[in-house]
């Protein structure tokens, strides 16, 4: 045994990347077994993510020459952190890359279409939020793990980040809420937009003319404007610093990150209060849709190879699968045993972060289908950005085979963004 450890020694970093590209395999399995047409795809990484979160803090893997080297202690062990960091490369990969998709034709779809996805974004919210506040006038239950749950269910980072601020004392109740809700909030919108073509029996060959028909009628308007604003015709020559728009990807990514740090305080504490800001999500994907919608800075051209964008994207969710799965298994089994309220408190958050993951769905598809008259591309397209659901989109782009989707998302996910930090703030206030 001894031997075999000294034989076989990876560093740390070394166990980090093993662990990382045997889960993504193991979780592309996963997600590639079908029943009746649905099937997790990508997020099949989250679930082997989250198992093997769990794996890694079983006490018995410490006495198992080689894999000792993976155990994890806490959440706040290195390892933990490392998977995070990861995580957070992915995010940003992925939401950078859905805006400079999505950034040429948004800005003039949202135009045309803004009565439709902001409402969507806020009724999402707005749904999520009743129920919440519903749960939270439970006996026994409070705001502090309502909220919790809430962030969970909408797969929020910056609502949870809210929820614990305002919990004071009780933050460990809001870690909680969202480590029981997460891993449904994560499938439960994965599974939504694959089962409801499938209960409608939808033309996805028709769904997909549907958005290129609105596709062309943008286009024709911007032609519209374009000559009503009397536009040179001579366009600026641009430059690109490489052939793959690799660093025109990375002025977005700066330039994103640094919008998202900016913080705006929401209390009289000023900054050292609760503060809003858009995040790692929020940043980059608006500062990715406003570069590759005007499609350069000065003389740099700012778009990139789609295809290159498109192994960011898959990427991307892939890095930020692994990360919130392992960190999501740890965080669960580690809130449990510190929990005082045992199996009880678990079940009725996870229940509770079921009907709040799927109450608001339903009432937004009913409104984008019956009321809005969206079409089922847009309309699900929309969901995701409502539901905050960053592996939902992936799956939804695979399911429609378009990235068109991604602007009924990149339309509806700042607003649903807003309020659902708004949410938890006002949920532990009032109750």
Do not use: W
Request: glycine residues 12%.
């Amino acid at each position: 045994m001894e031997f075999i450890s000294n034989l076989i020694s990876p560093s740390a970093t070394a166990v980090v990347l093993l662990g990382a590209f045997f889960i993504t395999f193991l979780g592309y399995c996963l997600g590639r077994i079908s029943i009746k047409g649905v099937s997790l795809g990508t997020a099949g990484v989250f679930l082997m993510a989250l198992l093997f979160g769990y794996l890694f803090t079983l006490p018995g893997l410490k006495e198992l020459p080689v894999l000792s080297k993976f155990f994890i202690e806490s959440a706040k062990d290195a390892t933990v952190v490392n998977y995070k960091f990861l995580g957070n490369i992915g995010l940003v990969l992925f939401v950078t890359a859905v805006g400079s998709i999505a950034g040429p034709n948004f800005f003039r779809d949202l135009k045309k279409n803004a009565k439709t996805y902001l409402p969507m974004g806020a009724i999402i919210i707005l749904i999520g939020a009743g129920v919440t506040t519903a749960f939270a006038l439970i006996p026994g239950i409070g705001s502090a793990f309502a909220s919790g749950v809430l962030s969970g269910a909408l797969t929020s980072t910056p609502a949870f980040s809210a929820a614990k601020e305002i919990a004071g004392e009780n933050e460990a109740m809001v870690a909680l809420g969202q480590a029981i809700s997460y891993p449904f909030g994560v499938v439960g919108v994965v599974l939504f937009v694959q089962i409801m073509p499938k209960i409608l029996k939808a033309d996805m060959a028709k769904e997909r003319a549907l958005i290129a028909v609105a596709k062309t009628e943008v286009k024709a308007e911007a032609k519209t404007e374009a000559k009503t604003e009397k536009k040179s015709k001579k366009e600026k020559k641009t430059f690109d610093i490489d052939g793959y728009g690799l660093a025109a990807f990375g002025v977005a990514v700066v330039l994103g990150l640094l919008l998202g740090s900016i913080k705006i305080p929401l209390t009289s504490e000023g900054f050292s209060g609760s503060c809003f800001s858009l995040g790692m999500t929020g940043g980059p994907l608006i500062m990715a849709l406003v570069l590759a919608h005007f499609g350069h800075i000065g003389p740099l051209n700012m778009r990139v190879n789609v295809q290159v964008l498109k192994i960011f994207r898959e990427f991307g969710l892939v890095l930020f699968l692994l990360g919130a799965g392992v960190e999501g298994g740890v965080q669960l089994v580690q809130q449990i045993q510190n929990s005082e309220y045992g199996l009880m408190i678990v079940l009725y958050g996870f229940i509770a972060g079921v009907i709040i993951t799927l109450i608001p769905m339903v009432v937004g598809y009913i409104f984008a289908r019956k009321i809005c008259k969206l079409p089922l591309l847009n309309t699900l397209g929309s969901i995701t950005g409502g539901m905050t659901s960053t592996p939902a989109l992936g799956t939804l782009i695979a399911v429609a085979e378009t990235d068109d989707v991604a602007g009924a998302y990149a339309s509806t996910y700042p607003i649903a963004l807003v309020l659902v930090v708004f949410a938890c703030q006002i949920i532990g206030i009032i109750v």
